[in-house]
């Protein structure tokens, strides 16, 4: 249930097992990224941010990798839960203005 | 609740129709944005305030748009004359002085127009 590489607008996975969802951004100068959840009817929800001058950052069962040579973001959530199920959108933005641009969403789905 | 708040959350008129939507933010943070979401696509930046200055503005808001932020608090979108192209959820983010702080979103207003 993995996917690695290249993004998917759908990943299926079975609950327990790890997912990795990717995200390719646009702007070189894009210094800030966030990843967001968003399950249907409402709005984007924070998941976890990594600024430039980093490459990895944890939170709680969430992992996010950022390779700027690639231009490349990625979100790994351990353990999927069905609560996890939901739209994931990574979104970039720059210091001077903050408004996000927003990737193309990927459709988790978590089998029980 | 202390999250942002949008109301109200959906809105059904007919075409040529002029809509109003408030957006109230979190309220110690001094940056508010508005963003449009299709079906299927992700949040389209619409345009954003510090305080109630309105800093930048994006291509997709056409003249029928207008956006403001009176005492620096809760903020409208209008739409005036609206079209069928409109038909969408409309987002409020608001945010912290810093850019590289994360923007919380409210729940959006669905526009449907007839």
């Known amino acids: 249930g993995e996917s690695v590489g290249l993004h998917l607008p759908t990943l299926s996975v079975q609950e327990g097992d790890n997912s990795i969802i990717n995200c390719a951004y646009s702007?070189?100068?894009?210094?800030?990224f966030i990843w967001y959840k968003q399950e249907s009817g409402k709005g984007p929800q924070f998941i976890i941010d990594?600024?430039?001058?980093?490459d990895k950052r944890q939170g709680q069962r969430v992992t996010v990798l950022l390779n700027k040579t690639v231009k490349h973001l990625s979100l790994q959530i351990a353990a999927t839960q069905p609560g996890d199920s939901a739209v994931y959108f990574c979104?970039?933005?720059?210091?001077?203005?903050?408004?996000?641009?927003f990737g193309q969403g990927t459709t988790l789905q978590v089998k029980p | 609740d202390t999250g942002v708040s949008q109301n109200p959350r959906h809105k059904i008129t007919k075409r040529g129709q002029n809509v109003t939507f408030r957006c109230d933010p979190i309220?110690?943070?001094?940056?508010l944005y508005w963003y449009r979401q299709t079906l299927g696509q992700g949040p389209e930046f619409l345009t954003y305030f510090q305080n109630e200055a309105q800093l930048e503005k994006s291509r997709l808001l056409s003249d029928r748009f207008s956006a403001e932020r009176p005492k620096g608090s809760f903020s409208t979108l209008e739409i005036q004359r609206t079209e069928q192209g409109d038909s969408a959820m409309y987002l409020c983010?608001?945010?912290?002085?810093?850019?590289?702080?994360?923007?919380?979103f409210g729940d959006g207003t669905r526009l449907s127009i007839l």
């Open positions: 702007n070189s100068a894009s210094d800030y």
């Open positions: 979104a970039e933005t720059n210091i001077n203005t903050g408004k996000l641009i």
């Open positions: 983010a608001s945010g912290a002085g810093y850019s590289n702080q994360p923007q919380h």
């Open positions: 309220s110690e943070h001094n940056r």
């Open positions: 990594i600024r430039s001058n980093m």
